[in-house]
């Protein structure tokens, strides 16, 4: 079992920065692509970023590529999203998740299906 928690998320004014942290509790010896994922007011829930285990290898949704930076370092069970230069547009709850894989270098893309475990969510507020 796979148990995930996310922090990280409050109101900040547009153009400032964020780092949400998402802690992984799983078993010794055992890997799982990570990502994040949001669902804004009234809107599908959407990927955003993915990344390894190991944390060598990354996938990036198109509107997170530039200000936003998925990041796992290998010897923690803690993945970061940086977000930097935040608009309203952003305002969501962003979601950790996990995708179980064979090996630690596997990063998964943006299908919610292939993610088996999911967090509680994290509020992200951006004002005008």
């Known amino acids: 079992q796979v148990h995930l928690v996310e922090s990280g998320g409050r109101l900040v004014q547009a153009g400032g920065s964020l780092r949400l942290s998402c802690v992984a509790s799983?078993?010794?010896?055992?890997?799982?692509?990570m990502g994040w994922f949001r669902q804004s007011p009234g809107k599908e829930r959407e990927f955003g970023a993915a990344?390894?285990?190991?944390?060598?290898?990354?996938n990036y949704e198109y509107f997170m590529k530039g200000r936003f930076t998925i990041s796992k370092p290998n010897a923690k069970n803690t993945v970061y999203l940086q977000m930097n230069s935040l608009t309203p547009e952003d305002t969501a709850v962003y979601y950790c998740?996990?995708?179980?894989?064979?090996?630690?270098?596997?990063?998964?893309?943006?299908?919610?299906?292939?993610?088996?475990?999911w967090g509680q969510g994290t509020q992200v507020t951006v004002s005008a």
């Open positions: 998740a996990a995708a179980w894989s064979s090996v630690s270098t596997y990063v998964t893309g943006p299908r919610a299906d292939e993610y088996g475990y």
């Open positions: 799983v078993r010794a010896y055992t890997f799982y692509s």
């Open positions: 990344i390894s285990w190991s944390g060598s290898s990354t």
